[in-house]
T-cell receptor
Framework: DVKVTQSSRYLVKRTGEKVFLECVQD?????MFWYRQDPGLGLRLIYF???????EKGDIPEGYSVSREKKERFSLILESASTNQTSMYLC?????????????FGPGTRLTVL | DQQVKQNSPSLSVQEGRISILNCDYT??????FLWYKKYPAEGPTFLIS?????DKNEDGRFTVFLNKSAKHLSLHIVPSQPGDSAVYFC??????????????FGKGTKLSVKP
């Protein structure tokens, strides 16, 4: 069964703090993604990774960085959290291949920055 | 510039009736389309998909229709149940141009199924 887990369901941080969001998948998927979801804006891609050590910017990478040291793990880092980064963060993974673009999502992390 | 559009932010349907959720796209290179369902405080769940070589795909109560000439797809839920109440996201991807199949999501349609 497909399984994507995220380290926290709810997180409260203060402005200026460094924040780590962890995502782990057990499906041996090559691709991993970080999105944020905000009301009325849908899912917006922050960063993605096609392989270990590789990363690509998505649509809204500003204020974020990522790390992928192992195939199963993809971390999102907020170097200095700000209130406009309060959001629902979603991690996803997928296989590589023609028509194998189905992404499987974790449960999400609701981050509040005070 | 939105490549995938869900023009109805919300839809209300009576239990037992059909729910029709619509999605339009602009990029003719999209060749794979998906629908996701999302409950509050949970991650999106994959529902059903269709490739551009088909015009219909069915899975139980859920059917997705693809009209390539109109660049339009729709999700039909028959019969609708209260547990179907959620936000539905349409997504599209292409395997051309080195995009590696990233998904482009619409902004979602909130479906409410009333008992």
């Amino acid at each position: 069964d497909v399984k994507v887990t995220q380290s926290s369901r709810y997180l409260v941080k203060r402005t200026g703090e460094k924040v780590f969001l962890e995502c782990v998948q057990d499906m041996d998927h090559e691709n991993m993604f970080w999105y944020r979801q905000d009301p009325g804006l849908g899912l917006r891609l922050i960063y993605f990774s096609y392989d270990v050590k590789m990363k690509e910017k998505g649509d809204i990478p500003e204020g974020y960085s990522v790390s992928r040291e192992k195939k199963e793990r993809f971390s999102l880092i907020l170097e200095s959290a700000s209130t406009n980064q309060t959001s629902m963060y979603l991690c996803a993974s997928s296989l590589t291949g023609i028509f194998e673009n189905t992404q499987y999502f974790g449960p999400g992390t609701r981050l509040t920055v005070l | 510039d939105q490549q995938v559009k869900q023009n109805s932010p919300s839809l209300s349907v009576q239990e037992g009736r059909i729910s029709i959720l619509n999605c339009d796209y602009t990029n003719s290179m999209f060749d794979y389309f998906l629908w996701y369902k999302k409950y509050p405080a949970e991650g999106p769940t994959f529902l059903i998909s269709i490739s551009s070589i088909k015009d219909k795909n069915e899975d139980g109560r859920f059917t997705v229709f693809l009209n390539k000439s109109a660049k339009h797809l729709s999700l039909h839920i028959v019969p609708s149940q209260p547990g179907d109440s959620a936000v539905y996201f349409c997504a599209a991807s292409t395997n051309y141009g080195g995009s590696q199949g990233n998904l482009i999501f619409g902004k979602g349609t909130k479906l409410s199924v009333k008992p």
